[in-house]
């Protein structure tokens, strides 16, 4: 049932939920349903509108895109004329005009929806194993129940209606009968007690497969970090401005439109000098300014940008900060008016602003209880890797080699798994090659987790062994993991692994019980058959036997306490309990 649920979800899933399109058709504008778009419309597109089609852009006007769901990228990207745009990706910012060229089941939304939708079970050593002795059980008694049968009617002179009794209680202490029902109540009831501290279970075996992981790859936002930056510090190039640099800030963020300036609102509240005019920020231009009534302008902006060819000591303190990770804007002072198209001549920094962006409260003792417990650490983004290297420097990873640019990663599988093993840090990395890295670790013989919230995180998610999705993110990544945290805490996971071991070490009890009674049970038929005497048993005194030595012991054994780490091998570490004891 539990599996229909999930397949059904599946079915349903989609990623562009754009209902109509505006075409432009013999000059004039339509709108038509996505379905209907072809190859080679022409689409109008503006701030608020889901790209419903890929295409390339005929006409920008201020034109920006968030492709953060689809591709990691977490800023707004400028889109000018001849630039590339995928379905699915949101436009924030301006119009234009596109030219389609791919639609349909050739876009790339639909590539990943509907690569998402195949469903796959979640691989599980206990089920597996159960499933396996089963098997091997069943052949046993296809063996051993015709000769005792045979064994009890000649031999022991039994008619051949008390010979069938016989040999049937025989039988069915051969078979584990509450094992498999036991496993599953076990995984049910660790499913409820995570449902309780806000994690969904979406597939049983998870809570085992946590157990089992020794490496889990981590996306960045949303997992180490909150969507979000935060003010870090001011840093005063003129210190005789100190007071009406703040307010010049204030004033700058009065307008909070961006995570830049609600970081800026949160912090400088003090009275807003009076403007005259403005130059609203963009991403084309990176950077915003403003004029007071007195005719003083400031300029904020990307020290890239409005300190070229400018102070090389302010820019090279600049380059220092954003090599260490973290966001920094530089807010220059002039005499003369900006506009929309040049910045002033004579202008003079006078203060770097920096920002950083928020980690989580709970990432950093999370991260130190999966380095206790031997699980390998692997961080994966699309950011800037430097700035994914500051991050995991403040939530306190151990860095072991410099963060690795993932456009230099090697399409070589083999050579791809090396590079997986000798680096931790990754920046810049695409979807395709997120399912790469997964690959390339179980390649290694790995057990792999794998976090993420968005859309371009669906397919490696999918592909790891075990996917953890946070409740924020898209339907897409909630849809194909096994696990999502409802309320987007990841410090909830030591909890899901401890579960997952309480259930493998005592399912291992049970199987080694319930083992060694089968064992007992057919060495016993084995010698009634070979000694000519009639079984000792019948059905009833074996169901007894059975729930007052087996049963009912299994039962606590399988909901009792148990903080025993997971050990690799259960079908051969039951074997060699159950088969000598027995």
């Not at 503006?46 to 419903?52: N, S």
């Not at 609203?280 to 009534?293: D, G, I, M, V, Y």
């Not at 579960?499 to 060495?523: D, H, M, P």
């Amino acid at each position: 049932m539990q599996e229909l649920r999930a397949k059904r979800t599946l079915d349903k899933l989609a990623i562009l939920h754009a209902p109509v399109a505006h075409a432009l058709r013999d000059g004039k504008k339509q709108t038509l349903p996505v379905s209907q778009v072809v190859l080679d419309d022409m689409l109008e597109i503006a701030t608020g509108d889901q790209i419903p089609a890929d295409g390339i852009i005929l006409e920008s006007a201020g034109l920006e895109v968030d492709e953060a769901l689809l591709t990691g990228e977490s800023d707004p990207i400028n889109k000018t004329k001849d630039a590339k745009v995928l379905s699915g990706s949101m436009v924030v910012a301006g119009n234009g005009f596109m030219k389609t060229t791919a639609v349909g089941k050739e876009a790339y939304a639909y590539k990943i929806s509907s690569q998402v939708k195949k469903f796959s079970r979640t691989k599980s050593e206990l089920v597996d194993g159960t499933n396996k002795l089963l098997g091997y059980i069943s052949w046993i008694i296809l063996i051993v129940a015709p000769l005792l049968v045979w064994g009890q009617i000649v031999n022991s002179g039994n008619t051949w209606q008390e010979a069938l009794v016989r040999s049937t209680a025989a039988i069915v202490g051969m078979i584990p009968e509450g094992l498999v029902l036991l496993t599953s109540m076990a995984f049910l009831i660790a499913t409820i007690v995570l449902a309780r501290k806000k994690v969904l279970v979406q597939q049983l075996p998870a809570v085992e497969g946590l157990a089992r992981v020794d490496v889990i790859c981590l996306d960045k936002t949303g997992t180490l970090t909150e969507d979000r930056i935060i003010f870090k510090e001011l840093i005063l190039l003129d210190k005789k401005l100190d007071k009406r640099i703040k307010q010049v800030l204030a004033a700058f963020a009065q307008k909070p439109d961006s995570s830049t300036l609600i970081a800026l609102n949160d912090v400088f509240t003090d009275n807003a000098v009076a403007i005259s005019s403005n130059v609203p920020f963009s991403s084309a231009r990176k950077w915003s300014a403003l004029t007071q009534r007195n005719g003083d302008s400031w300029v904020l902006g990307a020290p890239e940008i409005v300190l070229a060819n400018k102070d090389k000591i302010a820019r090279a303190q600049a380059d220092e900060i954003a090599n260490s990770g973290h966001r920094v804007l530089c807010l220059l002072h002039s005499k003369e008016m900006p506009n929309k198209e040049y910045l002033p001549k004579n202008m003079k920094p006078v203060a770097l602003i920096v920002f950083a962006e928020k980690v989580r409260d709970d990432a950093k003792e999370t991260l130190e209880f999966f380095a206790t417990q031997g699980v390998k650490l692997k961080i994966i983004s699309g950011d800037n890797p430097k700035t994914v290297g500051a991050v995991a420097r403040a939530v306190g990873v151990a860095v072991q080699s410099e963060p690795f640019d993932a456009r230099m990663l090697p399409e070589d599988m083999q050579e791809l798994a090396r590079v997986m093993k000798e680096k931790d840090i990754f920046g810049r990395v695409n979807p395709d090659q997120k399912r790469a890295m997964v690959k390339a670790l179980q390649a290694n013989g790995h057990v792999v987790a794998m976090t993420g919230d968005g859309v371009n995180d669906a397919l490696a998610l999918k592909d790891a062994d075990i996917g953890i999705a946070m409740s924020s993110g898209s339907q897409a990544t909630k849809a194909v993991a096994e696990l999502v945290l409802l309320d987007n805490k990841f410090s909830h996971m030591p909890r899901v692994l401890a579960e997952g071991r309480r259930v493998i070490a005592n399912i291992e009890r049970v199987a080694n019980l319930f083992l060694t009674k089968n064992v007992y049970s057919l060495f016993l038929a084995l010698v009634i058959t070979l000694s000519a005497l009639p079984y000792p048993f019948m059905p009833r005194h074996m169901t007894v036997l059975s729930a007052l030595t087996i049963g009912i012991p299994a039962f606590f054994l399988a909901l009792a306490p148990n903080n025993r780490r997971y050990i690799p091998g259960f079908l051969p570490r039951v074997l060699k309990f159950a088969i000598p004891v027995g």
